[in-house]
């Protein structure tokens, strides 16, 4: 990135019954080789056993060049949570979830992608494209996904990134927790709002592998296939969104 360095803030959130992975995740984090996270915040429902995770992560501990934060005791905004500190940083920002494990180069290869469009895009591994903006068959039958486990040749836009795998520059950019009116979709606010401001989003050239997704208990998409099964029609506000804020580019 060049000249002074710039400071690296990540957010997280997670639930209860997900320590063992958040535990695999922090540790992660940690591990960066490069641009390293200058602060982790942490948003949790319920305060979890500290006790358990690696020496240094508890959540009062400072260890250089890592500050640890607990928020609780405010009202849950679910899966956005992650942004809940953008707006507190004016430099990079990266929103990450409690089950990925991500690599050694993450950070840096993140911050670089975003630096070398004169921070003014946004980065993910997860990527989306919209395939049917008239959406006839609803939000997740119109689209394209580039899987944060499967490799790809070389950077590409997207139409919407996958929150978790998303950085920016927060001094640049201002996508913060107010633009997330509804938990549980915060890909979907992310991409309106980048195509609002006129923000490209890339997603990342990697090899498959490169993040590690964890199994975990009761994920968004099983809540999707319950209501499903159940005669639901469960995307019907994503897909209200993402017709709303039709027409949608065409991207390669």
């Known amino acids: 990135m060049g000249g002074q360095k710039e400071s690296v803030t990540v957010g997280i ?32 429902k319920t305060k979890p056993d500290w006790s358990k995770w690696p020496k240094g992560s508890a959540v009062h501990s400072v260890r250089v060049g890592h500050t640890w934060h607990g928020l609780s005791g405010m009202e849950d905004p679910g899966d956005q949570s992650k942004f809940i500190w953008a707006e507190q940083t004016d430099s990079y920002y990266a929103a990450c979830d409690d089950d990925i494990i991500y690599p050694p180069d993450y950070l840096q290869v993140m911050t670089e992608t975003v630096a070398a469009h004169g921070d003014k895009v946004m980065a993910c591994v997860h990527g989306i494209n919209i395939t049917d903006d008239t959406f006839r068959q609803g939000y997740y039958r119109s689209r394209r996904v580039f899987n944060t486990a499967h490799a790809l040749a070389a950077d590409r836009r997207v139409h919407e990134p996958g929150a978790g795998t998303l950085v920016y520059h927060a001094g640049m950019l201002d996508l913060s927790l107010e633009h997330f009116r509804k938990h549980g979709m915060a890909d979907c606010w992310a991409a309106v709002w980048a195509k609002e401001w006129g923000v490209d989003i ?51």
């Not at 940690?30 to 200058?38: K, M, P």
């Not at 998409?221 to 019907?236: I, L, M, Y």
């Open 13 to 44: 959130g997670t639930i209860p019954g997900r320590e063992e992975q958040l535990e695999k995740t922090l540790q992660s984090l940690l591990d960066q080789d490069g641009v390293q996270a200058d602060a982790i915040y942490v948003h949790h």
């Open 202 to 252: 890339w997603c990342v050239a990697r090899p498959k592998g490169w993040l590690v997704v964890q199994d975990v208990p009761d994920t968004i998409f099983d809540a999707f296939e319950r209501a499903k099964q159940a005669g639901d029609n469960p995307d019907w506000f994503q897909t209200q969104l993402m017709r709303e804020a039709s027409p949608w580019p065409a991207l390669p």
